[in-house]
């Protein structure tokens, strides 16, 4: 190659690297940003509709109503096994129970529907419809005493459809627990033995009528009765010693027969009787009914 075309290229190559530079820094943000283009404009959020899911939330705990049912069904079933087994149903009875719980369940959910319709139709308003949505969350939360009450037509077919007969097994079971009770606590001041405490409990189960009532003054009620019994016949469980010492119990249980009368714990007959009553201290063929009666 000649020597003049070699300078030539070279001269070129030295032009093409200085017109190219060194490399250039990395491009650095500029001080003033750039106008951005306006947001569209946003449509502001809806109201809210209210629905009868907002219902279900509330009353049923977030359960659907189907649910509901039969946790109400479950609970239906409970009741009547517990009035069976205190009153020995037969079975024609326990159907009739049934039908009867069913049409309280059905009230029930006609209300529920009813209110979330009205829920729905006010757009929620809590004064229209709040009594509403809390007595049926507390029906629902409790079946057993608020739906299924002393006002429900389960309670009201029970008591239509028992006999005398299952009424009076019934009430004498309760009064033999309590009649129990009352011969626990004598047995710690009269020392009783357990067979004096048996046939102590048969003899004023048996021959005592069932309280009008239970609560505070059971035991007084109780010896009440039991201190219009002939003397005789206590004689025939205690000794004479164990008898007198009911002489004070006795005599406090007659001072308080108008409280045991006004608060229903004595029915009428079992308040009016009088025949051969005593304390089991002197014998009754001695001793005057009206006396007994008055002590």
Not at 117 to 133: L, P
Request: with cysteine; charged share 30%; glycine share 6%.
């Amino acid at each position: 190659m000649p020597p003049v075309t070699g300078r030539l290229i070279v001269a070129l190559a030295w032009l093409a690297i200085a017109a190219a530079g060194f490399p250039a820094r990395a491009q650095e943000a500029p001080d003033v940003l750039p106008d951005l283009p306006a947001a569209a404009p946003g449509r502001p959020d809806e109201e809210r509709v209210p629905t009868g899911d907002d219902v279900d939330q509330w009353v049923l705990n977030g359960n659907k109503p189907e649910k509901a049912r039969r946790d109400f069904e479950k609970a239906l079933a409970n009741v009547i096994g517990r009035y069976d087994a205190r009153y020995h149903l037969t079975p024609a009875q326990q159907k009739k129970l049934t039908l009867a719980g069913g049409l309280d369940i059905k009230r029930y959910f006609d209300r529920y529907a009813a209110l979330r319709a009205d829920f729905v139709r006010t757009k929620g308003d809590w004064n229209k419809v709040g009594n509403e949505v809390i007595e049926l969350q507390r029906i629902h939360n409790q079946p057993y005493t608020d739906l299924f009450n002393d006002e429900s037509m389960l309670a009201k077919t029970l008591k239509k459809n028992l006999t005398a007969e299952q009424v009076a097994n019934h009430d004498r079971n309760i009064y033999r627990v309590r009649v129990e009770w009352m011969a626990g606590l004598l047995d710690r001041r009269l020392k009783l033995t357990p067979d004096q405490h048996r046939r102590l409990v048969d003899l004023v189960a048996a021959e005592t009528q069932p309280l009008g009532r239970y609560g505070n003054f059971d035991y007084d009620a109780i010896m009440f009765q039991m201190s219009r019994l002939p003397a005789a016949r206590i004689r025939t469980v205690l000794d004479e010693a164990r008898c007198r010492e009911l002489t004070l119990r006795f005599e406090q249980a007659r001072r308080m027969e108008g409280l045991l009368v006004s608060e229903g714990y004595l029915r009428p007959a079992a308040a009016t009787a009088s025949s051969g009553a005593g304390t089991g201290t002197t014998p009754a063929a001695t001793r005057p009914h009206h006396e007994e009666a008055r002590r």
